[in-house]
């Protein structure tokens, strides 16, 4: 069958060179689509309608930054695919989405590309979907490496399990996205991550570990101060709460805040750089989203520090010693301060988003954090 080339967007949808009110930005969509297709076929469609883009615009292409690869079930697809579309400005360059049918027998492709803005601010984001069998997930490295662009980095992404698939692509994928919360248990999560950092060589975006990132950066920010650091190294106590379906993120902050301080296992127990105990608790509670809900340090010196979920950011709490406890000063009562940490959470939209930028930078401490919790997961 031969492919069926459109300028026409799907229904409800704004045709080329309608501008959209809201943001005066001009879209195009062109689309292309055939069914019983190989992938030469795919790659020759993506370079016509670049050519014809090329023209149309009279003017150079927008450089690209990044493919994404994910396998997706079929019956599946549309959640992904709406995912996807929240991450606004940080979607890739070229997204390849693949559906897995368990009873298909051959290929089938759409290949769109969406133009916005006009001049120096026009993007274009390409989406490939292709319809697959299971049968294909053991080749498909075959299948995608004429519609990856190479001279960017690939990522590929896959929600469903499909370890077949991700075998395949080794060779095509420089990073892998995972979510470590959707493992049989937190154990499992952490091996099947670490297997393939170690032995596999790639470097691996969880999305665990960046719902963190905030907690992560406002405690590492409270601690900053030179006056502050005795109490970072004298860690007495750590709680964390978590949403019930992520455990995984709390024991990766953990890791991190023990990665960082040295902490270290003996038997069942938990001691920092000086051999001091470290007590560690994680409590669930069901805040409603993904992530963490609230972190308490408290220190040997009297000292502690406290962040929860507020409207609007990040509720504070930070209670200081006054002077030298072992000195003159000992005793006195100690001053608390409480505060919101504005700057709302984008939930989901926002660390997908995270993720998708995250593979252009180098490792941010996942690695470290990652191997520290596995070992305080085996000694508590």
Same mark, same amino acid.
């Given at each position: 069958?031969?492919?069926?080339?459109?300028?026409?967007?799907?229904?409800?949808?704004?045709?080329?060179?309608?501008?959209?009110?809201?943001?005066?930005?001009?879209?195009?969509?062109?689309?292309?689509?055939?069914?019983?297709?190989?992938?030469?076929?795919?790659?020759?469609?993506?370079?016509?309608?670049?050519?014809?883009?090329?023209?149309?615009?009279?003017?150079?292409?927008?450089?690209?930054?990044?493919?994404?690869?994910?396998?997706?079930?079929?019956?599946?697809?549309?959640?992904?695919?709406?995912?996807?579309?929240?991450?606004?400005?940080?979607?890739?360059?070229?997204?390849?989405?693949?559906?897995?049918?368990? @009873?298909? @027998?051959?290929?089938?492709?759409?290949? $769109?590309?969406?133009?916005?803005?006009?001049?120096?601010?026009?993007?274009?984001?390409?989406?490939?979907?292709?319809?697959?069998?299971?049968?294909?997930?053991?080749?498909?490295?075959?299948?995608?490496?004429?519609?990856?662009?190479?001279?960017?980095?690939?990522?590929?992404?896959?929600?469903?399990?499909?370890?077949?698939?991700?075998?395949?692509?080794?060779?095509?994928?420089?990073?892998?996205?995972?979510?470590?919360?959707?493992?049989?248990?937190?154990?499992?999560?952490?091996?099947?991550?670490?297997?393939?950092?170690?032995?596999?060589?790639?470097?691996?975006?969880?999305?665990?570990?960046?719902?963190?990132?905030?907690?992560?950066?406002?405690?590492?920010?409270?601690?900053?101060?030179?006056?502050?650091?005795?109490?970072?190294?004298?860690?007495?106590?750590?709680?964390?709460?978590?949403?019930?379906?992520?455990?995984?993120?709390?024991?990766?902050?953990?890791?991190?805040?023990?990665?960082?301080?040295?902490?270290?296992?003996?038997?069942?127990?938990?001691?920092?750089?000086?051999?001091?105990?470290?007590?560690?608790?994680?409590?669930?509670?069901?805040?409603?989203?993904?992530?963490?809900?609230?972190?308490?340090?408290?220190?040997?010196?009297?000292?502690?520090?406290?962040?929860?979920?507020?409207?609007?950011?990040?509720?504070?709490?930070?209670?200081?010693?006054?002077?030298?406890?072992?000195?003159?000063?000992?005793?006195?009562?100690?001053?608390?301060?409480?505060? $919101?940490?504005?700057?709302?959470?984008?939930?989901?939209?926002?660390?997908?988003?995270?993720?998708?930028?995250?593979?252009?930078?180098?490792?941010?401490?996942?690695?470290?954090?990652?191997?520290?919790?596995?070992?305080?997961?085996?000694?508590?």
């Amino acid at each position: 069958m031969s492919g069926d080339h459109t300028d026409r967007p799907p229904a409800g949808e704004p045709g080329p060179g309608a501008v959209l009110d809201t943001d005066a930005l001009i879209v195009e969509h062109t689309v292309w689509q055939q069914d019983d297709v190989d992938p030469a076929a795919v790659e020759q469609a993506m370079r016509a309608l670049e050519r014809e883009r090329f023209q149309r615009r009279s003017g150079g292409l927008q450089a690209r930054a990044l493919n994404l690869v994910a396998i997706v079930d079929a019956d599946y697809a549309g959640e992904i695919a709406r995912r996807l579309e929240g991450i606004g400005r940080n979607a890739p360059s070229r997204t390849i989405l693949i559906r897995v049918h368990p @009873k298909r @027998k051959g290929l089938s492709a759409r290949v $769109t590309v969406a133009t916005q803005g006009d001049g120096a601010a026009e993007a274009a984001n390409e989406l490939v979907m292709l319809d697959v069998a299971e049968r294909h997930l053991t080749r498909l490295e075959s299948i995608i490496d004429p519609m990856v662009m190479t001279d960017v980095p690939t990522l590929v992404w896959a929600p469903h399990g499909h370890g077949a698939a991700l075998e395949s692509l080794g060779e095509i994928a420089q990073t892998v996205m995972l979510d470590t919360t959707d493992a049989a248990d937190i154990a499992t999560g952490f091996d099947e991550a670490a297997g393939l950092i170690d032995p596999r060589g790639l470097q691996v975006v969880d999305l665990a570990w960046l719902r963190a990132t905030p907690w992560r950066l406002r405690l590492a920010a409270h601690y900053e101060p030179a006056h502050r650091r005795a109490g970072l190294w004298s860690i007495r106590d750590v709680h964390v709460q978590h949403h019930p379906g992520s455990e995984a993120a709390a024991w990766l902050f953990l890791g991190w805040l023990g990665n960082r301080l040295n902490w270290r296992c003996e038997g069942f127990r938990v001691l920092d750089a000086a051999g001091h105990d470290v007590g560690l608790r994680l409590t669930p509670v069901d805040v409603g989203v993904q992530g963490l809900a609230g972190t308490a340090v408290s220190s040997r010196d009297g000292s502690a520090f406290a962040l929860g979920r507020n409207p609007g950011g990040l509720r504070a709490r930070r209670l200081d010693v006054q002077g030298d406890q072992s000195g003159p000063g000992a005793g006195e009562p100690a001053v608390e301060r409480q505060w $919101t940490v504005l700057g709302a959470s984008r939930g989901e939209a926002g660390v997908l988003g995270r993720a998708l930028r995250r593979t252009l930078v180098p490792d941010d401490g996942y690695v470290g954090a990652l191997d520290t919790a596995r070992r305080l997961l085996s000694c508590t």
